[in-house]
């Protein structure tokens, strides 16, 4: 064999070619980086902030409500005092609004664990900016067929393992620096940040971030490498997305929906990506079901790799 | 090793279990020549390649390049081609320079040398002043020389060029063919090619195989075949009606007459010489010729011969068809 030939020993030489590639085409088209940015702020504005859930149950909005059966007379008179006891309507008025002052943040903490919405959606953006992210990883694949570039790097010795990963690894990358964004920009935009917080939990955010992605990244990548249409793709991710996105705690508690989407919410992979960040960040840390919830992440992106990384490796050895 | 570079024994492809795309081809390519598969759309040309390029396996039969089997050392086989696709492959967001780097990437070059190939294979074509610019502001030839120099990085010994002048104009075309024979030169390449166009096939291939419907209907040099003819080609018609082959056929030197639709076409030896008798022939019997063609046989004829009436442009399917219509309006954008 003559000395051009046989290079790298290594199995994974063109998989940082092919990673880093994309990465290049993303931070080189500095709109589609904007985009990226500026989507979740979009979302995190006029989602988590304009929908004031913890305004609602707030004390001013309370007094307008007639609660019926209780009525407040000029004078209340007890019966069993002999004589009359007269508690002036101001008073009473003044005790009620007490009464309800605390009502909102109570009831924002019984439901949704945080004291504001805000809070509580934010975390949930970075679920759903990772969810888009991969959804439309395997699209670039479509393309990648399409132009051609994929039947000329199957010609090249890089390993077909390295084709595939490196998509999966350039969604789950930019995911992870999306979520960095969102995170950092929600804490600016006033996430309160649990007691159990410390700067090393963004490590296990990362790592269920990396999870989740590998496993769903596998299965849209070999969704795309199957349909040779880009158009076929765009209406897998448009019909799922949204089960996917609202059958799941990321913008609301999962206790408060009707039995059958509980059921689909409580097998949803998004759900668990997104109760792993809330406890790391602004939900009081509960050991046990963390664990519980890495555990189903692990075995999500075990079991949906594999197929997803079969498939693949078939179509591409075919 | 033997004096063949490519074999192909028994090659065949099936798709979907029915569309046989290359059904049982025998060929082989001698070192350091240029062999072209010259066929019209959806003759199996480009499975065929793909299939020596280690892209699709066969479904039957076999084909080594350079003594590696193509379907059991892949890998080997990979190492030491060159591939330069139909479609721009080049990433349209990065330089040139950079598209050239990525591919050296992939065979696993280390960055040192890949950088002084780079840079010398990019000045080879003609591309150093544009190196650095991104690849979306390059015209279609230059998209090609791009391709060509991502072909050679790795040093191959067998380059392989599928339909290397589609959607170029006709200088851009001949320049390219400058390209491709220049590059065979300096690195004393094999090159196998596939091509549509007959005056590419003629320009440039040492010799040539004519596939259609999947199979190889004849191999031999540009001139080989144009002399397999017999001669040259009378192309004629005449103002009446009646099939006059019979009496053309008494004419001395002709050959071979075909009706084709009121068009006749005559082969014949010394073609100057004959077309006056047939005139002349036809006359006496009371027939005008309203029109009369001479021509020497060129591939196109040869490509007649063997192939049918004319270019066929079935499409190998909807996709491939898209491919080649995005190739075509990149290259002229």
Redesign the interface.
């Known amino acids: 064999m003559?000395e051009?030939?046989?290079?790298?020993k290594?199995k994974l030489?063109?998989l940082?070619?092919?990673t880093n590639?994309e990465l290049?085409?993303w931070l080189?088209?500095p709109i589609l980086l904007f985009m990226a940015v500026l989507q979740p702020v979009l979302w995190m504005g006029l989602f988590g902030k304009a929908m004031n859930l913890g305004g609602m149950f707030s004390s001013s909005n309370f007094g307008n409500i007639n609660i019926p059966g209780i009525t407040f007379p000029g004078n209340y008179v007890i019966p069993p005092v002999s004589g009359n006891i007269t508690i002036p309507s101001a008073l009473l008025s003044q005790i009620s609004q007490q009464m309800f002052a605390n009502i909102g943040p109570n009831v924002m903490q019984n439901i949704f664990g945080v004291k504001d919405y805000f809070s509580y959606m934010s975390v949930g953006m970075i679920s759903f900016i990772v969810m888009f992210t991969t959804m439309f990883s395997g699209m670039s694949m479509v393309w990648d067929r399409?132009?051609?570039?994929l039947?000329?790097?199957?010609?090249?010795?890089?390993s077909r393992g390295a084709i595939i990963f490196s998509k999966v690894l350039n969604a789950t990358l930019r995911a992870m620096f999306q979520a960095t964004i969102i995170l950092t920009l929600a804490v600016i935009f006033g996430l309160q940040v649990s007691s159990t917080f410390n700067v090393l939990n963004i490590l296990g955010v990362y790592a269920a971030i990396f999870l989740l992605c590998v496993g769903l990244s596998s299965v849209f990548l070999a969704l795309a490498l199957r349909s040779?249409k880009q158009e076929t793709q765009m209406a897998i991710v448009n019909l799922i997305n949204l089960p996917l996105m609202f059958a799941s705690n990321t913008f609301f508690p999962i206790s408060m929906m009707p039995d059958w989407i509980q059921a689909i919410a409580r097998v949803n992979p998004i759900s668990y990506l997104t109760d792993v960040i809330r406890q790391l960040t602004v939900l009081p840390l509960n050991a046990s079901s963390l664990m519980f919830d890495f555990t189903y992440l692990v075995i999500f992106a075990a079991v949906f790799s594999v197929i997803g990384i079969t498939l693949s490796w078939r179509y591409l050895?075919? | 090793m033997t004096d063949e570079v490519i074999k192909a024994e028994g090659l065949t492809r099936v798709f979907n279990k029915s569309l046989v795309a290359v059904n049982h081809v025998n060929f082989g390519v001698k070192n350091g020549e240029i062999f072209g598969f010259l066929g019209p759309n959806g003759a199996g040309k480009t499975t065929t390649i793909?299939m020596l390029?280690?892209?699709?396996?066969p479904t039957e039969g076999r084909a080594s390049v350079l003594g590696f089997d193509i379907a059991k050392q892949d890998?080997n086989v990979?190492?030491?081609?060159g591939?330069v696709?139909?479609?721009?492959?080049a990433?349209e967001?990065?330089t040139g320079l950079?598209n050239v780097l990525?591919?050296s990437?992939?065979?696993?070059?280390?960055r040192k040398i890949a950088k002084e190939r780079a840079i010398e294979l990019l000045k080879l074509v003609e591309l150093t002043d544009f190196k650095d610019k991104k690849v979306e502001t390059y015209s279609g030839g230059m998209r090609r020389r791009l391709e060509l120099a991502c072909g050679l990085i790795?040093?191959p010994?067998v380059l392989?060029l599928d339909e290397p002048t589609l959607g170029l104009d006709v200088q851009t075309r001949v320049a390219s063919w400058d390209y491709i024979r220049k590059l065979k030169k300096e690195f004393g390449m094999t090159l196998f090619m596939t091509t549509h166009y007959l005056e590419e096939a003629d320009a440039l291939c040492d010799r040539v195989a004519i596939i259609d419907h999947g199979k190889i209907v004849v191999v031999g040099t540009p001139e080989e075949l144009k002399h397999s003819l017999g001669g040259d080609i009378i192309t004629l018609r005449i103002k009446e009606d009646p099939d006059v082959s019979e009496l053309i056929r008494t004419v001395e030197h002709v050959k071979d007459v075909k009706n084709e639709d009121g068009s006749y076409r005559i082969k014949a030896e010394y073609g100057e010489v004959t077309a006056p008798l047939i005139i002349e022939a036809l006359r006496r019997k009371g027939y005008t010729v309203t029109k009369l063609m001479l021509t020497e046989p060129t591939l196109n004829e040869v490509y007649l011969e063997y192939t049918g009436k004319s270019m066929r442009d079935a499409e190998e399917s909807r996709?491939a068809f898209?491919?080649q219509r995005?190739?075509m309006w990149r290259a002229r954008h």
Request: charged share 25%; aromatic share 8%.
């Open positions: 003559s051009t030939n046989g290079y790298s290594s030489h063109g940082w070619a092919l590639r290049k085409k080189k088209e399409r132009l051609g570039f039947n000329k790097v199957l010609s090249t010795p890089v040779t050895t075919k | 793909n390029i280690t892209v699709l396996k890998n990979r190492n030491v081609i591939v696709p139909q479609e721009y492959t990433d967001d990065l950079e990525l591919c990437d992939l065979y696993g070059i280390p790795n040093r010994k392989f996709e898209r491919a995005m190739t």
